[in-house]
């Protein structure tokens, strides 16, 4: 797929970034330690065109440097005014965590071309304790 | 049903699912004894201590033994039996077998000894 290039940088809209912003963030309010979470990030394309929009992910819970979430189609080309959902996974560490979003446009100016960072977005999972549960006892005996 | 006599052991083979953090302090009880309207008088018993629970994120099943070795403080007759898993978060869980499904042949016994005679 060709990235789409934005020649031209406009004047900064209400909030979000230039040309994106993170719509949603969606992701469980908790995960047990251990466990594959998975997420999805929506980002609007702002622009009066179609862009490339790209996005990455870490996690800050006290670790540097932040661990990074693994979007395996960490990119697309978004038409002028639609959205895009990429969807994410990292493994819950034994903390409550904060995603950390980010999205990028692909920019072309002159010699310059490349992913610029746009817009940023948080969301907390709180570490949750399973309980410890037993069930379904049977048995069988024989003589021995 | 299934004969046993004095100086046996009865192995119970139970089954058990855990999930979530690992466990310690769980006991696997087992008896012989008499299922009645108030509860499991149990006149036989034995208690194996429940290790290696580790964390689980699903249901895991875990299989483990506990003897019970008849002596004579059982009575000859039909009896039941009960495992209960204990020292869990929240209630036991029992397990029953079938009614009258032990039966204990006893001690031994002699009778009618019979003598006859002749010259030799």
């Avoid at chain 1, 993170?22 to 466990?35: W, Y």
């Avoid at chain 2, 108030?38 to 483990?64: K, P, R």
Wanted: hydrophobic share 40%; with cysteine; proline share 2%.
């Amino acid at each position: 797929m060709e990235q789409q290039q934005i020649a031209v940088k406009v004047l900064r809209q209400t909030g979000a970034g230039y040309y994106t912003e993170i719509t949603a963030i969606e992701a469980p309010a908790s995960a047990i330690a251990g466990s594959l979470v998975q997420i999805k990030v929506t980002i609007k394309n702002k622009y009066s065109s179609v862009i490339s929009i790209m996005v990455a992910g870490a996690l800050e819970y006290g670790v540097s440097p932040r661990p990074a979430i693994s979007f395996p189609n960490y990119w697309a080309n978004v038409e002028a005014g639609a959205s895009h959902s990429f969807n994410g996974s990292f493994n819950m560490p034994s903390h409550s965590v904060t995603i950390y979003a980010f999205s990028y446009y692909y920019y072309y100016y002159g010699f310059d071309s490349s992913w610029h960072t746009d817009d940023e977005r948080t969301k907390n999972v709180s570490l949750s304790e399973l309980q410890t549960q037993f069930q379904s006892l049977s048995a069988s005996y024989a003589k021995v | 049903m299934l004969q046993l006599n004095y100086g046996d052991k009865l192995r119970f083979r139970c089954s058990f699912q855990h999930k979530g953090a690992a466990y310690s302090g769980a006991k696997l009880h087992a008896a012989i004894g008499n299922k009645g309207t108030f509860g499991f008088d149990e006149i036989l018993q034995n208690e194996f201590i429940v290790s290696g629970i580790v964390y689980d994120a699903a249901w895991n099943t875990y299989t483990m033994s506990v003897d019970v070795t008849i002596t004579t403080a059982i009575s000859s007759g039909a009896y039941d039996t009960m495992v209960k898993l204990i020292g869990i978060p929240g209630s036991d869980i029992y397990w029953y077998g079938a009614l009258d499904d032990i039966v204990i042949g006893g001690e031994a016994v002699f009778q009618n000894l019979n003598v006859s005679y002749t010259k030799a």
